[in-house]
């Protein structure tokens, strides 16, 4: 435990060190308390008029609502003198003086005194992005660390509650609870009499189980009672009566409100030897109601069910990995705290603010099979559009989003996007574009078919997310699947997007010709381009490529000033700019279809504009939209500039609006420039975007797109190796030494491409051109193991070594259908990332099946593998790339 704190203390000076000076300097309107989820999302309202932690109400995300407050109260007593550390309970008690408030990637601390002891308050929602299991767990932890301020032993004991309110925004509602002993915890669980299935009341789930939670090693004590009653009899005795209500059915608040609590006396001490742990969930199972492909429906449960049963379980589970969970957390605040230093002074103040907020827009969900056995190789990934329409799997915010993932674990890519795919792929999907999302209302996932004017917007982000994951991950397998839809996108951007009319972008703009949109769907011409080679189908790939540099060229004619110093809103709209942010893509997936000269002069320009700018809170999106401002294009425009200087400046403006604290909204993504009042995208999974300019640093690896046995488009590819060093390896190895190796590699390579999806398949490799990159990090090797990892066809993985004598030798001659290597740009000098839950192995070396038979290939490889094997055992504790930034 000392390690931990010792952790806890690095992490904390780190985030401090951000700062300007000693000070605090960040104050934003909200900050998060528990983010899970999109049912599961509590924050502290800290606006300017705010009273501190310990006397204030956490809130339901939605500020705004007419009863936004969770009941959550947390006491310790001291020498018999209760002090508050949490929430604004009516009784007469101390209320602890507030230090200090600091917010990382994965925790939000506070510092405050209570008369003779210092407290350090840990709300934390760990970020586990190499676990699907630990991460879809909707539980959060709350920590009290206590130390005497005046040398002095003093008797200590703690107090927390929740009540009922985080079941319904309808408070009238009646609900049930229990009060479990379990082995190593005691909890509270709490739901409505008459739960509605799939159902929300002003942003809140109407059918979760709440759950209050404390680890039995400080041999707890618990009530259920009215608020006053529970809090009251901690403060007059320092424990609770350990009996409950008596009838377990009660309204959430009429005429009192039922509080669920837990206490702990830690005895006469100078300071705790371990943090008191709460934990804190609410569970929806099931969490999703999808129809399939087939038009059938399913309900969809959360990961983590994969391990475990039920509640019972997974809270043990929870409350006994807290210091595991801690050193995780702490490790990866520091990861990214230290990449984002490189980018500026207040980057980290964003990238703290956005992590939570975006992983808690989602649910990971798992299918259950016929047989009654979880289907973990069926995962995918809903969001949420929290803070604007309620939608399920917004396309538009799951772009801006992307950045986040990209950068954490672009495995979760694939998850994210199939449910989407799956469904366009269909005979009950009609359109020649990409929908905007999967229905209108979160949680149900029936599909949505009807038509709209986001066409080139749509499309144009579902081609790019999905070569972008592919390029990260090297799994190819969602660009061989679906490649039938992907043209079909293509084809439609083709004919729209070099002059597009009656479109609609992602800011709802509708003036014709927009330069912006354009753009976007260009790229995303040539992102299809690349999809083609990838999948072998090079005829394909040439027509969009020739179409997209033709076209980009047309459009740099058409989108420049007359003065040609900047892009105009829309085609001939002379005295018209925009926040260029869709040359992002460019960037992103290498394409290179705009010339270095429009990226500079669009960064000389937003100079000019930014020192012109009249408005409080950065540029509004462009000319034509007044003061409309938006902090995730913002960072996608950020991340285009080369200038640094420039760079620095719209990230600045981003934070400005984030510390803004005068209106109630978490984090949204629009904004007013003038007032900064939030409009939209209140704690929106879109600030995502925040993590823009680090996602720029991710290395592409060798694209393997799986195709099944017998397909007419694709023959079985073998590998054209290089020359043989010595003449080759048939006069250098025989007898039983030739025959040992050839099994060795055989088992190898048989289990390896087992593991990662490809059994029974032919392959196709691709390897997509490396690009230089923009801002320099180095990748996170997760330190712990994980639970499961992201069921997904594992890419091509390669060590350095590996990767020289392949590149050398194995891919020196591939198959035109196979594989396609660009030399236009340059390589990069990053490690390709490996697939997560890998973080204990060497990096290996991945190939298309091959036959045992075979043994011309066969002999070859022998001689390749010795050479890399040689190199690996050199290097095999060189951890490979974790989550790439």
């Known amino acids: 435990m000392f390690q931990c704190l010792l952790l806890l203390l690095s992490a904390l000076s780190l985030v401090h060190a951000q700062n300007t000076g000693s000070s605090q300097t960040f104050y934003p309107a909200a900050v998060p308390l528990a983010v899970r989820s999109p049912y599961f999302s509590a924050w502290l309202p800290t606006l300017n008029t705010s009273l501190p932690v310990s006397n204030t109400w956490p809130s339901f995300w939605a500020l705004n609502n007419p009863s936004p407050v969770l009941g959550w109260a947390g006491h310790i007593r001291i020498d018999s003198q209760t002090y508050k550390w949490l929430g604004n309970a009516n009784e007469p008690f101390n209320v602890s003086n507030l230090t200090s408030t600091q917010v990382t990637p994965t925790r939000t601390v506070f510092s405050l005194q209570a008369g003779p002891m210092d407290l350090t308050v840990t709300f934390l929602s760990p970020i586990e992005p190499s676990d699907l299991v630990r991460q879809s767990m909707p539980f959060s932890y709350v920590a009290l660390d206590a130390t005497s301020n005046d040398g002095k032993p003093h008797n200590v004991q703690v107090y927390s509650d929740i009540s009922g309110e985080w079941l319904s925004a309808n408070r009238t509602q009646v609900m049930t609870w229990n009060t479990t002993h379990g082995a190593n915890a005691i909890y509270h669980t709490l739901s409505l009499q008459s739960p509605s299935p799939m159902t929300e009341d002003s942003g ?384 992103l997936l290498g394409t290179r279809l705009v010339s270095e000269t429009v990226y500079d002069q669009q960064a000389a320009y937003y100079e000019a504009l930014s020192q012109s700018n009249p408005y409080t809170f950065g540029l509004p999106i462009d000319s034509d939209a007044a003061t409309k401002g938006n902090s995730a294009w913002l960072l996608f425009t950020a991340a285009t500039c080369q200038n640094t200087s420039v760079r620095d400046s719209l990230v600045a403006m981003a934070w400005k609006h984030a510390a803004f604290n005068q209106t109630a909204a978490v984090f949204p993504t629009t904004y007013l420039v003038d007032t900064g009042a939030g409009t939209r995208g209140m704690a929106s999974p879109g600030q995502g975007a925040v993590f823009a300019p680090l996602a720029l640093n991710i290395a592409n690896v060798t694209i393997v797109v799986p195709q099944a046995t017998g397909s007419s488009s694709t023959t079985k590819h073998t590998i054209n190796v290089g020359a043989i060093v010595g003449g080759g390896v048939v006069g250098g190895i025989c007898g039983l030494a030739l025959v040992a190796l050839v099994a060795f590699l055989y088992r190898r390579r048989a289990q390896r491409l087992k593991l990662g999806g490809f059994e029974g398949e032919n392959v196709v490799i691709y390897d997509p051109t490396q690009e230089p990159l923009v801002h320099q990090v180095t990748p996170f090797a997760p330190a712990s193991r994980p639970l499961p990892s992201l069921p997904v066809d594992s890419p091509t993985v390669y060590s350095s070594k590996a990767r020289e004598h392949l590149e050398a030798g194995l891919m020196a001659g591939p198959s035109p259908a196979s594989s396609y290597t660009s030399t236009s740009q340059a390589p990069s000098s990053r490690e390709p990332p490996t697939t997560f839950g890998s973080d204990t192995q060497p990096a290996t070396v991945s190939s298309p099946i091959v036959s045992p038979s075979d043994v011309r290939d066969l002999r070859a490889e022998v001689e390749i593998l010795r050479r890399v094997m040689q190199d690996i055992h050199a290097e095999r504790l060189e951890p490979p790339p974790g989550y790439v930034g």
């Open 204 to 587: 809140q789930a109407e059918d979760g189980t709440a759950v209050y939670a404390m680890s039995t090693s400080l041999n707890p004590t618990f009530q259920v009672n009215e608020d006053t009653t529970c809090r009251g009899q901690f403060a007059q005795s320092g424990s609770l009566t350990n009996e409950g209500e008596g009838s377990n059915v009660h309204d959430i608040s009429t005429p009192w409100f039922p509080v669920f609590a837990l206490s702990a006396d830690l005895g006469t001490i100078n300071s705790t030897s371990s943090p008191v742990v709460w934990a804190i969930g609410f569970v929806r199972d099931p969490s999703i109601e999808y129809t399939n492909s087939t038009g059938e429906t399913e309900l969809r449960s959360p990961y983590y069910r994969t391990q475990y049963d039920g509640i019972d379980e997974v809270i043990e589970a929870f409350l006994s990995d807290f210091s595991n969970a801690q050193t995780r957390s702490v490790t990866l605040d520091e990861k990214i705290l230290q990449d984002a230093s490189a980018i500026s002074a207040d980057y980290g103040d964003l990238v703290s603010l956005a992590a939570r907020q975006t992983f808690g827009g989602i649910d990971i969900t798992v299918s259950n099979g016929t047989d009654g056995q979880w289907n973990t190789t069926d995962v995918k990934i809903f969001m949420k559009d929290i803070g604007t329409s309620g939608r399920i799997s917004p396309v538009e915010v799951l772009y801006a989003a992307f950045p986040t993932f990209l950068y954490l674990n672009a495995s979760y890519g694939k998850p994210l996007l199939s449910p989407l795919l799956e469904f366009q792929d269909s005979p009950r999907y009609t359109l020649s574009y990409a929908a905007q999302d999967l229905g209108t209302s979160y949680p149900v996932a029936q599909g949505d078919t009807s038509p709209n004017q986001q066409g080139v917007e749509q499309s144009g982000n579902m081609l790019i997310m999905a070569l972008a994951h592919a390029r990260a991950t090297g799994d190819g397998s969602l660009l061989g699947e679906h490649y039938g839809l992907f043209k079909q996108w293509g084809n439609y951007l083709v004919n729209n997007s070099k002059t597009p009319i009656n479109q609609i972008s992602a800011d709802d703009q509708e003036a014709a010709n927009m330069t912006n949109l354009a753009i976007k769907g260009i790229i995303a011409i040539q992102a299809m381009s690349e999809i083609s080679r990838a999948v072998g189908e090079n005829a394909d790939a040439q027509n969009f490529a020739n179409n997209a540099a033709a076209y980009a060229a047309t459009w740099q004619s058409l989108a420049e000033s007359a003065s040609q110093n900047h892009l105009l809103f829309s085609y001939g709209e002379a005295n018209s700019w925009a926040l260029m942010y869709n040359l992002y893509a460019d960037l």
